[in-house]
């Protein structure tokens, strides 16, 4: 790894101050008055029966395209929007698919999530795209507003799916330390934010399946909240991780956000609403020992046995007891009829999956050689945390 030019950061660091002043100033011009509305889908998820539809309806915020150059203002400010955007409570919204049509309400906060009846059959490419358009409210200056959505159905040829955990699984967040975690969405962008190494490359392999034929879904449920969703599509985008639908969350900054019963309730239903929305696929869960991923993963194996094909939990951190504790979790979750690994990096995941035949054995020199090449980037982005223990 290169030594860090302290000279450089410095410049950096001056040269942000500078570009901090000078956006707070355009904020402060431009940043009351009326603003536009706005419709903001999300990826949904559907069977041969019905589609979720979600998203939200604001007012429009003036969040620049991210730069691996933006300096920490920029990006604290394009934060700073993120959160502070105002939503339209109760929008009206009309969702057109295929050839049905439906109403649908946001709630206070203005976000809306409803399973729409879909009577046309999956198309064979595994993704529905439907259209949305505000009703209600509607400003007298503004043109109709209007916003197309996409869902992911999935085709025959899925073999299974993945549900995958995204902080400290596939992007480095250091989510177990609240104030670090906050530092880290404020101060990063997409294109600053590292994954793990491997990663790109195993999840490629997993949708992919055992033949290099398959169309396997992956499914993303994280406690991240909704605010940085475009964040997170732009980076899987960046990455070339496969893209898929994205289950997060409303904004909390309350000090027991990351709790683990709070980690429960938001994660483990939507995680059991997938899985019950395919009843035939099998599954693949992916997560790390940060939060509670694997207590909330061994009692989804409990409750579906032999339907968890696997699940691999990342160890972030080296801790005697934590590994213990997990130890114990794969003896229960083998006697459901599944299994659990603990691994220290994705090429192990990758050779367990080879193993049983999920990824092709040819997958593994590639997610192998991937891992090298992430963990010996000589340009990997300065993290702007601050270490808080």
């Avoid at 001056?14 to 008055?33: F, M």
């Avoid at 898929?244 to 969350?249: M, N, V």
């Amino acid at each position: 790894m290169t030594p860090p030019d302290w000279g450089d950061r410095l410049r950096k660091l001056a040269d942000g101050l500078i570009a901090g002043g000078e956006l707070a100033g355009k904020w402060a011009l431009n940043g009351t008055g009326p603003r536009l509305h706005e419709l903001v889908p999300y990826i949904g998820y559907g069977n041969d029966r019905r589609v979720l539809v979600q998203g939200r309806a604001v007012e429009e915020r003036d969040i620049s395209a991210s730069s691996p150059d933006d300096s920490y203002w920029r990006n604290l400010l394009n934060t700073y929007r993120r959160i502070e955007r105002d939503p339209l409570p109760h929008a009206r919204v009309r969702v057109r698919l295929g050839n049905d049509e439906h109403e649908i309400v946001a709630d206070n906060e203005g976000f809306f999530r409803e399973w729409i009846e879909c009577a046309a059959p999956p198309p064979a490419t595994g993704w529905e795209q439907g259209a949305l358009q505000l009703l209600a409210p509607l400003r007298a200056d503004q043109p109709d507003v209007h916003a197309t959505f996409t869902a992911c159905r999935p085709s025959a040829p899925a073999s299974f799916a993945v549900i995958s955990d995204l902080d400290d699984t596939v992007i480095q967040s250091r989510i177990a330390n609240f104030l670090q975690a906050v530092r880290t969405i404020s101060l990063g962008n997409a294109r600053t934010r590292l994954p793990f190494p491997g990663v790109a490359a195993f999840y490629r392999a997993l949708a992919r399946g055992g033949d290099a034929a398959r169309e396997n879904p992956i499914f993303y449920v994280s406690s991240s909240p909704w605010n940085i969703y475009d964040v997170i599509v732009e980076f899987l985008e960046i990455q070339r991780i496969p893209t898929g639908p994205i289950c997060l969350r409303d904004w909390d900054i309350s000090v027991d956000a990351l709790a683990p019963g709070r980690l429960h309730r938001h994660k483990e239903p939507l995680i059991t609403e997938i899985l019950d929305t395919y009843p035939t696929l099998p599954f693949i869960l992916i997560g790390d020992t940060s939060q509670q991923d694997p207590e909330i993963y061994a009692d989804i194996a409990r409750r579906y046995g032999s339907r968890v094909l696997a699940i691999y939990i990342r160890n972030v951190k080296a801790h005697p007891e934590r590994s213990a504790a997990i130890q114990a979790l794969a003896e229960e979750v083998l006697a459901a009829g599944s299994s659990l690994l603990l691994a220290d990096d994705t090429a192990a995941a990758a050779r367990h999956a080879a193993e049983h035949g999920w990824i092709t054995s040819a997958a593994v020199p590639d997610v192998e050689r991937a891992t090298r090449e992430d963990e010996d980037r000589p340009d990997a982005p300065e993290s702007p945390t601050v270490v808080v223990e």
